[in-house]
């Protein structure tokens, strides 16, 4: 007796990995919460090895969750934090004296080359390395001193989504523990989550219609300013890979420094407003956008304060406004997500693009 | 008897401004390099003060430069070089120890708000401060401990030319001083002083054809690596403010970690070739831009070994490869130049600009 066919698996349909992946990232994030106790033994081995200058290193998603590091270790424990030059060390053969750094690698994988020998590098030259990845079993974490898990889960879609909102919660989560608050911020966390999961299915449900509006667009500025400049390069390489739409990310002051010459009615600008020391300045290059007749996208827990915009997608306001990148970057996910099928593209499956990145 | 009328002084016509700006190149470098004692001095001081953490802070094209810096003093001394964050100590308060740090601040008028107010506060914090600056008379230079002068002269023009230039070069010469290799370096300079004299009316003859065919264009990719990523930078803002080009500056592996994928035949790409380390990525680069169908402008002193580009702008070979993108950047701004008259606009009054932004 033959046994019956199993059923064939149902190839997903376009987008559907990345949407499943930007539902989970809730569940991530708590997952990353069940490692806190090895978040915190890094941090006091490097403040007890006085490893204040903290330098970074990833491409792509990491590398922008980097962006965000900057702030977390600059504002919990006064470190001074880099996003550190690979192509320096790894190409160029600088020898630069790193006792007194902490080195920390970001890579989903673990097996980006020339991350793993700047780590190699990085360690010879007196640095603490620290490796930020979700395969603890990787070449990358068989080289750093410490590993950390990302702990996000297998990601299939090639835009990452739930591995950047990790990093970015892994960094700060470091860096708080480093200023001996890391309790606190973990705590903090898990009420992120629970607001992610709140505004997830609600974005869901409000950002397609708004994407469709942008159908035919081929340029765009994405501007967020202190943490949220994170934010801001993370959408813009989503819009990128995904809708094939030329995102640059912008601080508020660049934008102004430049930029805002090149506004014209065809050019929307995305802006990601938060409740902290830098919205004056994010409502002020705002309201110059709308000078030029572009349309605006506010976005954020303070995006209801950016007068005139064309659509308003505001997002909760987190316990403190360090936290806000990890909510604000969902919209930005979703309206990628949207745009791309409204283009006619597949967001699992960027052109030219494989999940693991070998290139140097 | 009355005197007679002075002869109406003719108003310039469109980037007549700019194009004198980038002629008078190779005289500014000059003017630079009889300020070379200054530079020995303030470097003989970073060193003797151990202030071999290098912070350095500007906007626009005085940020382009900055990225400059951090191969040149990565390379030169061996020292870790940042572009610092503004708004994290100006704008959220942090408080960073900054003893062990030289802060170079780079602003042509010496008057940017926030750059004046981060070096009060790196000053407080213990840093060597030092502004690179047009205006020794300037609020800035009145705040930093040593003032070394750009020497570019009156800059009219609001797209920065000479005054980038002479930025990448006063940081070189700065970090070569710094590691006991000025005078070299300063004679190195004087070499391609002379080769941009010759290289400039050359280039102005051969690239206003060829900013004829990319008139109609609305978005680029400008690709660079190492020392070049800051040519990159700089001919992107120069294409963004006078072209109104959504062109974003790639290192040759940020492309292939997600912007490739955003590549069709409408989306040409800018490269930027030299002879060292990192040519290979660039070749390598260049390819998949090939692949991708799109039109490709291959720039530098290795423009030449870039396969099947659709242009090539060659430059002239300096004595050293860190000298590269003082001649590299010109072919950029002579494009960004002659674009702009292609487009109708007038490269000498972007729309919604000021010489100096005091936006914060």
Redesign the interface.
């Known amino acids: 007796v033959s046994s019956p066919e199993p059923a064939p698996a149902r190839e997903p349909g376009p987008g559907e990995k990345l949407l499943a992946e930007i539902r989970e990232q809730p569940q991530a994030l708590l997952a990353l919460l069940e490692h806190e106790a090895e978040y915190a033994r890094a941090a006091a081995a490097a403040r007890d090895r006085g490893a204040?200058?903290v330098r970074m290193v990833g491409?792509?998603s990491s590398?922008n969750a980097a962006a965000y590091g900057?702030?977390a270790f600059?504002?919990l424990p006064?470190?001074?934090a880099?996003r550190d030059?690979?192509?320096?060390s790894v190409?160029?053969?600088?020898?630069?004296?790193m006792a007194g750094s902490t080195a920390i690698a970001l890579s989903q994988s673990g097996q980006t080359p020339?991350v793993v020998e700047y780590v190699e590098r990085a360690r010879r030259s007196g640095a603490f390395t620290v490796a930020l990845t979700n395969d603890a079993g990787s070449e990358l974490a068989g080289h750093a001193e410490a590993v950390l898990p990302l702990a996000a889960g297998a990601e299939r879609s090639i835009a990452a989504t739930k591995t950047y909102l990790n990093e970015v919660a892994a960094l700060g989560l470091l860096a708080a523990h480093a200023a001996g608050r890391g309790r606190v911020f973990a705590e903090q966390l898990r009420v992120v989550a629970d607001q992610l999961g709140q505004v997830i299915p609600t974005l869901e449900r409000t950002v397609p219609q708004i994407a469709l509006a942008f159908t035919f667009v081929?340029?765009?500025?994405v501007i967020g300013?202190?943490p949220e400049f994170a934010t801001a390069r993370e959408i813009a390489?989503k819009l990128?890979?995904?809708?094939?739409?030329?995102a640059?990310p912008l601080?508020a002051?660049?934008f102004?420094?430049?930029?805002?010459?090149?506004?014209?009615p065809?050019?929307p600008v995305w802006t990601i407003a938060s409740h902290?020391?830098?919205l004056p300045?994010v409502v002020?290059a705002a309201g110059?956008v709308r000078?030029?007749g572009a349309t605006l996208i506010a976005t954020g827990d303070a995006a209801d304060t950016i007068g005139n915009a064309d659509y308003v997608l505001q997002t909760p306001k987190p316990p403190s406004p360090l936290l806000s990148p990890l909510l604000s970057v969902v919209p930005g996910q979703l309206f990628a997500w949207a745009l791309a099928r409204a283009k006619g593209l597949d967001p699992d499956r960027?052109?030219?693009?494989a999940k693991v990145?070998l290139?140097?």
């Open positions: 204040t200058t491409h792509g590398d900057i702030y600059g504002l006064g470190w001074t880099l030059s690979i192509t320096l190409y160029y053969g600088a020898e630069l004296a020339d081929g340029r765009m500025f300013r202190g390489l990128l890979e995904t809708c094939r739409i030329a640059e601080t002051t660049a102004a420094h430049g930029p805002v010459a090149a506004l014209d065809l050019f902290d020391d830098s300045a002020e110059r000078e030029a960027p052109e030219g693009l990145t290139a140097r």
